[in-house]
């Protein structure tokens, strides 16, 4: 595998579901990234790890909590979400230092939520 | 704060037209910038970028100059092909203003159809 791979590319859920989302970079990268993509809104930064501690979260709900156990890789699991929680949920990594984090993507986990 | 402000879309144009996306930005420090490209069903893909003024990112026949005066990073495509179609976005990247989150700040993205 090689850049940013993120599964499931797809998935349907209910409100009272858990699910977990997965990325990960084979990139060699510090960084990592959770972006909110819904239909006609500016793409949303979620949530920031720098060399795997979170340095940055957007006033995300609760229902969103993300964990980084390692560079390489980065969770996202959700918890009694809503209906317009559904969305493309994008990942993305970078160097923490230096550079100018030019940022790689993920294919996106497109969400429902029903 | 820095922002990034891109022309509204959608833009429809026939193959081999001339393409120009205006963006333009605001940012604290002396920011790198960058055009992602999202092909529908698909994550960003990096289009191409410039770090400093003056510097003319480019790649697939897509051109974009860092322009410190106007502060603007236009996308430019001499003759564009049905294969285009997806939404851009413009971005930078402010290491003053972002410091440890290294955050990207992105446009609202440009819808562009090219049709045959």
């Known amino acids: 595998e090689t850049g940013v791979t993120q599964t499931p590319r797809h998935l349907v859920m209910g409100m009272t579901n858990k699910k977990s989302l997965k990325c990960e970079q084979h990139?060699?990268?510090?960084?990592m990234y959770w972006y909110k993509q819904s239909a006609k809104k500016p793409l949303e930064l979620m949530f920031v790890y720098s060399l795997e501690e979170r340095v940055e979260n957007n006033s995300v709900p609760s229902r969103f909590s993300p964990e980084c156990p390692n560079s390489s890789h980065l969770f996202l699991h959700l918890h009694t979400l809503q209906p317009e929680d559904s969305a493309l949920y994008l990942c993305a990594s970078s160097q923490a230092a230096g550079g100018n984090n030019e940022q790689f993507f993920g294919p996106g986990t497109r969400l429902t939520v029903l | 704060g820095d922002s990034v402000t891109q022309m509204e879309g959608p833009v429809t144009l026939s193959e081999e037209a001339f393409l120009t996306i205006n963006c333009t930005y605001t940012a604290t420090g002396y920011p790198s910038l960058f055009w992602y490209v999202q092909y529908p069903g698909e994550g960003l893909q990096l289009l191409l970028k410039?770090?400093?003024?003056?510097d003319k990112g480019s790649n697939k026949g897509f051109e974009a100059t860092y322009r410190k005066e106007t502060t603007s990073f236009h996308l430019e495509k001499g003759s564009v092909q049905v294969s285009d179609s997806a939404v851009y976005f413009c971005a930078l990247s402010d290491p003053v203003s972002s410091g440890s989150a290294r955050q990207l700040t992105f446009g609202s993205g440009t819808q562009l159809t090219v049709l045959p």
């Open positions: 410039a770090t400093k003024a003056d």
């Open positions: 990139l060699g990268h510090n960084a």
